[in-house]
Nanobody, 126 residues
Framework: VQLQASGGGQVQTGGSLRLSCAAS????????MGWFRQAPGKEREFVAA????????YYADSVKGRFTISKDNAKNTLYLQMNSLKPEDTAVYSC????????????????????WGQGTQVTVSS
C-alpha cells in the first residue's frame, strides 16, 4: 500500500494550493479518505474527510468554506484544494485511507484510518 502526497509549497496569506495523494496497492474506490495536518509542536489534527464515492464530505471548522476535498476513483487520487490560506494553515499535510466502508461513511479520528502517507509541507507566510 502506498499513499504519496504532493503539491505542498510556500505561499502568501490568501493564496491557494492543491494537494494530491496518489494511492496504490488497495482498492481505492472502496475506501473513505481523509486529510490530516500537523503543525510544529502540535498534535496531528483532522482537516477533511470524504466517503468512498466522493459524494459526502466533512470538514474541520477551521477550514470549512476554504478547503475542498475530492477524490477521483478512476485515477486513484485524492485531492485537497486549499484557498484563502492563512499562516495558521502551515503544517505537514498527510492523506489517509480509512477501512473499506459503505457509501456515505467517512472518518474523522486518526484511529479509524488504516493507511497513511508521508505528508507534504505547506507553509503560509504573512
Amino acid at each position: 500500500v502506498q499513499l504519496q502526497a504532493s503539491g505542498g509549497g510556500q505561499v502568501q496569506t490568501g493564496g491557494s494550493l492543491r494537494l494530491s495523494c496518489a494511492a496504490s496497492g488497495f482498492d481505492f474506490g472502496d475506501y473513505g479518505m481523509g486529510w490530516f495536518r500537523q503543525a510544529p509542536g502540535k498534535e496531528r489534527e483532522f482537516v477533511a474527510a470524504i466517503d468512498r464515492i466522493g459524494g459526502i464530505t466533512y470538514y474541520a471548522d477551521s477550514v470549512k468554506g476554504r478547503f475542498t476535498i475530492s477524490k477521483d476513483n478512476a485515477k486513484n487520487t485524492l485531492y485537497l484544494q486549499m484557498n484563502s490560506l492563512k499562516p495558521e494553515d502551515t503544517a505537514v499535510y498527510s492523506c489517509a485511507a480509512g477501512p473499506p466502508g459503505y457509501t456515505g461513511s467517512y472518518y474523522i479520528t486518526e484511529g479509524e484510518y488504516n493507511y497513511w502517507g508521508q505528508g507534504t509541507q505547506v507553509t503560509v507566510s504573512s
